[in-house]
Every structure is written in C-alpha cells, then in structure tokens.
C-alpha cells in the first residue's frame, strides 16, 4: 500500500510539471494532458519496462486518472502556480524524491540485486523530467552543472543502504527521501553543485 501511495505521489507531481511546461508553452489542453501523463508515467514505465514486470498503468488505470485530474487543475490554476517560487523545479524536486525511493523499492521487491536498484531509482526519477523538457524543446537539467541525477542517485542508493541495515520500510522511505529532496532543493535555492570535469588545458 505503501508503495502504491509513493507511486501516486510521483505521477501527479511529475504531471504537474509537464501541465506547467503546457502552459508556458500556451498549448491547448489535449496537450496539457499529454504532456503531464507523458512525464507523469514515463519515469515509472522505463522502469517496468527494463525490471520486466507488467506496466503500472496498464495494470492500474488509476494512474492515467490522476494524469487526468492533474492536467484539468493545471489547465484551471496555472496562473496562480505560477506566483509560486519556481514551481517547475520545485515540482521536479518532490518527484525526484518520490521516484528515486520508489524505483529502487520496486526493484528490490522483485528481487534484484543492489546496484539494479540503485539505477532503477535514479532512471525512474529522472526519465519523465528528460522527456518532457526534450519534447518541450528546452534544455535537460541533465546536462546542467546543477544537482539533479545526483540527488536522485543519492535517495535511490540511501534507501537501498537503510533496507540492508534491517530498519522500517517507512523510515527507509521517509530518510531517503528527504535527502533526495534536500540535494535538489538546495541546487534550486543555493545553486548548489558537484565538481564538474577538468580536462587538461591544450
């Protein structure tokens, strides 16, 4: 149950993100609605696909309801989002929380091993969040100096590293999550980066 809740929470935060994308870009509504289910299922959908177990969505239409609802309340109160601090990132950030966490549990569930989980997580946060800013035509976050698949990496790799201490699911989930979302809330409002290559001066 848990980790159907976390599952929810990642597709409507990551939907939210494209519906907003959809109104920067002032797009009708067909493509609201396509880009928030776009980016609020592909992260999940990458995953099933590469662990080899039944779509979520396909399995559970549910989620393409949430996709739904979520594009209506954007279409309905982007404006005021919108007077929000970086709602965009900060959208992102929450997702890349949820996702990193859910992709390595969902790994672990079906039984694969420690690194599999790790990169499980870190492609589940980050897939959605490629598409739609591709699709949009604007630059990745990927390719930014800024933190953002570090802090998916981080809360994917914590989560893992708390289930093989033995501690609650739900504590595991909570800290590693946290520290996803520290990491990137920090590169938001403090900038904050890891050292980029050098190479040698020519």
């Not at 907003?20 to 067909?30: E, V």
């Amino acid at each position: 149950m848990l980790l159907q809740m976390l599952d929810y929470l990642g597709v409507a935060v990551f939907a939210v993100t494209g519906g907003i994308m959809a109104s920067r870009k002032q797009l009708d509504f067909i493509a609201f609605l396509f880009f928030a289910t776009l980016t609020g299922i592909g992260g999940g959908t990458l995953r099933d696909l590469l662990l080899g177990v039944p779509v979520f969505w396909v399995a559970n239409e549910a989620y393409l309801l949430v996709c739904l609802v979520v594009s209506i309340l954007v279409w309905f109160f982007a404006d005021w989002i919108e007077t929000l601090s970086k709602p965009l990132r900060w959208a992102d950030a929450v997702g890349i929380a949820a996702y990193s966490v859910m992709g390595a549990a969902k790994a672990l569930t079906v039984g694969d091993t420690i690194l599999v989980a790790v990169l499980m997580g870190v492609s589940t946060a980050t897939f959605g969040g490629v598409i739609r800013d591709t699709i949009a035509g604007e630059p990745t976050s990927i390719v930014k100096s800024e933190i953002y698949v570090s802090a998916a990496f981080a809360g994917a790799g914590s989560y893992v590293l708390l289930v093989q201490l033995g501690l609650p699911q739900v504590l595991c989930m909570v800290a590693a999550g946290l520290v996803a979302l520290v990491l990137r809330g920090g590169a938001i409002q403090r900038g904050w980066t890891l050292p980029g290559y050098r190479g040698r001066t020519r």
